[in-house]
């Protein structure tokens, strides 16, 4: 099976033969971004979980771009960051339902207490890229303040 980095250099070789300017320029900034951390880490090249968790956090900052672009009403800036979540996602694991995050959490309290930190920590090395944080906080918060 390819690694993710296979795979993202093939896509990018696929884009340039194409032409697809999006594409390209989406790909360029997801390897920006994983040489980067490498970098950072000090390694030549970085394992799957690594590169997921790159791409969650580039993921992270489109969808706060979308929402940006929606309140200052800038439909081109909405548009390339809406295409560029859609290949981000290509990449990362299909998202857990609420349903499963409310299971995990359960699990995650009765393995770690109640503590919002550690339930977090939990929940979120089990989903491994497959839950937002966001959704994963709001639903700790809920399901503490039930009791």
């Known amino acids: 099976m390819p690694t993710l980095t296979d795979r993202i250099e093939d896509d990018y070789k696929t884009a340039m ?6 594409r390209i320029d989406t790909l360029r900034l997801i390897k920006a971004g994983i040489q980067k951390v490498a970098i950072d880490k000090r ?16 993921a992270k900052q489109r969808r706060e771009t979308i929402e940006s ?13 809406e295409q560029e979540l859609a290949l981000l996602n290509s990449y990362l694991p299909q998202q857990l339902s609420e349903e499963a ?5 359960d699990d995650a309290i009765a393995t770690v ?9 939990d929940v979120m090395a089990k989903a ?11 639903l700790v918060a809920e399901r503490l303040s039930k009791g």
């Open 101 to 105: 995050l409310r299971k995990l959490i």
């Open 69 to 81: 672009a929606k309140q200052s009403n800038r439909q081109d800036i909405l548009t390339q960051s």
């Open 43 to 58: 390694k030549d090249r970085l394992d799957d979980p690594e590169i997921l968790q790159v791409l969650s956090q580039q």
């Open 113 to 121: 207490g109640k503590q919002q930190g550690p339930i977090m920590k």
């Open 128 to 138: 491994s890229g497959a839950a937002d944080g966001k959704l994963v906080s709001r």
């Open 17 to 22: 033969k194409a032409g697809d300017r999006i």
